[in-house]
């Protein structure tokens, strides 16, 4: 092979390099929050020279934001601005928009929406309870699939050999309650594959029990739906309630894709 490209007076390597620490910058504060240079610098192992040079693009370009000081960097306006053509142009959000809104009339608790990326699965969106529920399930954060119903939902409707590459050999607990067994965790997934449905409880959140269904319309089974409620609050009539409207919704939804598709 002969030497780079270049472009602009720049190798393509080097171009490639540094749009890889753009995004590297990006996914870092999104995970851990505003940092200094130093920090950043720390945390990533990106030169000075090189990522003050970046950050002062990225500010330019408000995909960062400083403080008054200008030395705390945090995501700017414009990385909203890019999540929401993400929401408004992604299909599934856009199907899925209305079923949720009928999951939370029907049974007055948190809904999920949330998609698979590798082994952890992403809040996509979200319908608030009527009642006053506090959980770690905002919008954009991730938690391992294997701890919660919405991924368990989608492992469960995956080929065995697929889902058993998802679920880690060593299991980190997120509470005192996550199943951390690798055995009876993929047990656990099994048992959702034959109902049709997932469930956890207190493995993600401890004091919330949470039940949830993959989306048939979804492209390979990555999106699924989940309703959360406070184990304080469930009874064994709700607890029936919600699994018969979760898996009423599937079958009806499975049987619309199977139209559309045939």
């Not at 270049?6 to 929050?33: E, F, M, W, Y």
């Not at 050999?161 to 199943?179: E, G, M």
């Amino acid at each position: 092979m002969g030497a780079d490209k270049t472009v602009n007076g720049s190798s393509a390597t080097s171009q490639v390099k540094s749009a890889a620490r753009v995004l590297d910058i990006l996914d870092d504060i999104a995970t851990h929050g505003e940092g200094t240079q130093l920090q950043l610098g720390t945390r990533l192992g990106i030169p000075k020279s090189s990522l003050h040079a970046l950050l002062r693009t990225m500010c330019a370009r408000g995909w960062l934001d400083t403080d008054q000081t200008g030395s705390i960097y945090r995501l700017g306006v414009h990385t909203l601005t890019v999540s929401s053509a993400y929401i408004d142009s992604d299909p599934v959000l856009t199907r899925a928009g209305a079923v949720m809104d009928e999951i939370a009339a029907a049974t007055e608790e948190t809904v999920h929406l949330g998609r698979l990326d590798g082994s952890e699965i992403i809040y996509t969106a979200k319908r608030e309870s009527k009642h006053p529920l506090r959980m770690y399930s905002a919008v954009g954060r991730r938690l391992p699939a294997y701890s919660t119903a919405l991924g368990r939902a989608m492992l469960a409707e995956m080929p065995e050999d697929v889902r058993d590459s998802l679920v880690p050999h060593q299991i980190k607990a997120i509470t005192t309650q996550t199943v951390t067994d690798r055995d009876a965790l993929l047990a656990i997934i099994d048992k959702a594959a034959r109902l049709g449905y997932a469930e956890e409880s207190e493995e993600s959140c401890l004091g919330v029990r949470c039940f949830g269904v993959a989306l048939p319309f979804s492209r390979r089974s990555v999106d699924a739906l989940s309703i959360a409620v406070p184990i304080s609050r469930l009874k064994q009539g709700q607890e029936d309630l919600i699994i018969e409207t979760l898996l009423s919704v599937k079958a009806r939804l499975s049987a619309m894709n199977d139209k559309l598709v045939s």
